[in-house]
């Protein structure tokens, strides 16, 4: 029996790239609105140059180059904001997803520094701002470090997180394919850095890299949440590692397929058993919905169909996002400090 979940119930999408997340046809209007010369004049190629395809080889580096000509377009404030605004909105209106987190590298939408990296910024609180007045949404953006930059540039982006946080910064985050000059290690004092500001930590690990990285992820950098961890399934003792620490994986299985990560839903099945087995908390997410044709409800409704996650596993992963969400609740945040009301000019003087 299909179990599929009521589009009343809300939900919460922890791991989903901006690159990736917005639709070709905003895409294309942008680029054409800042006057990006595009590799094609038809719009239907240009779709399939920013989407998965089936006719194309698959692979994770052949998916990460896809983010080559979204990034570039959104390299703007005027691109940002307008990106930022229209997922969040988008996310609500299709799928009722009412928090959301979007991460996305600042530093790869400043066209190399001839951007002002404080307006790329200031343009996707914007973007989120605008999306709050329309929605009832709770958004957060986490900013992405990247394996492929060196400490210092790694080390501006992780300070100008630490600078927002309260603007709607949540979180950071450590993407991209391994680089042989990239070490976990090097980064433990400024992600502890991160944390003392109360910024949350994730990190993509057991993707595409060796199982090792994420207990070594695990040991030196303490993170909340691991970005897929699919790879985790695979060794016992890192699963006790993510157990014990309460760590939660950010499932994304359509990716995962796409980029062959993940061999088929059969394998599908036997990694979401085994992380059930062994007491390993996951959410489901789509990575990038548009990039990937699919959205949160998809991943969910396949999940249920080929009888992988039951209903109640199901509610139980939406549930488990929703508390591992680096997004404070309302209740959570406490009440501005309301200043003492100005005397009259009667009481001044009785004082």
């Not at 989120?128 to 982006?157: K, S, T």
């Not at 399934?233 to 796409?258: F, K, Q, W």
Request: net charge neutral; proline share 6%; charged share 25%.
């Amino acid at each position: 029996m299909t179990a599929t979940l009521s589009r009343k119930i809300p939900l919460t999408e922890l791991h989903c790239h901006l690159g990736g997340a917005v639709t070709p046809a905003i895409m294309w209007g942008v680029a054409h609105t800042q006057g990006i010369r595009l590799p094609t004049k038809d719009y239907w190629e240009f779709r399939e140059m920013i989407t998965v395809s089936p006719r194309r080889g698959r692979s994770f580096d052949e998916y990460l180059q896809l983010f080559h000509w979204t990034e570039l377009i959104q390299s703007s404030p005027l691109a940002v904001e307008r990106s930022v605004y229209e997922v969040i909105g988008g996310a609500y209106r299709k799928n009722n997803i009412t928090t959301i987190e979007l991460r996305f590298n600042p530093m790869k939408r400043n066209r190399g520094g001839e951007q002002d990296l404080d307006h790329i910024i200031s343009a996707a609180i914007r973007g989120m701002d605008r999306a709050m007045l329309e929605y009832p949404v709770r958004p957060g953006l986490i900013f992405c470090l990247d394996r492929a930059f060196p400490y210092q540039l790694n080390e501006i982006i992780a300070e100008k997180a630490i600078a927002y946080r309260e603007r709607g910064v949540v979180g950071v985050d450590i993407a991209g394919p391994e680089s042989a000059e990239f070490h976990v290690r090097d980064y433990r004092r400024l992600f502890d850095r991160c944390r003392r500001y109360g910024l949350g930590i994730t990190v993509h690990s057991g993707e595409a890299g060796p199982v090792d990285e994420i207990a070594e992820v695990i040991r030196h950098l303490a993170p909340s949440r691991i970005g897929h961890g699919v790879k985790a399934a695979y060794d016992p003792r890192t699963m006790a590692m993510i157990r014990e620490r309460g760590i939660v994986l950010e499932i994304c299985p359509t990716s995962n397929l796409h980029t062959r990560v993940v061999s088929g839903w059969d394998e599908f099945r036997w990694i979401f058993d085994t992380f059930r087995r062994n007491g390993v908390r996951f959410s489901v997410n789509t990575d990038g919905p548009e990039m990937l044709k699919t959205y949160m409800r998809d991943e969910l409704a396949v999940l249920g169909r080929l009888g992988i996650l039951s209903g109640e596993e199901q509610l139980a992963a939406v549930e488990t996002a929703r508390q591992a969400s680096f997004v404070p609740n309302v209740s959570d945040v406490p009440p501005p400090r309301r200043r003492p009301a100005a005397r009259t000019t009667v009481e001044r003087e009785e004082a």
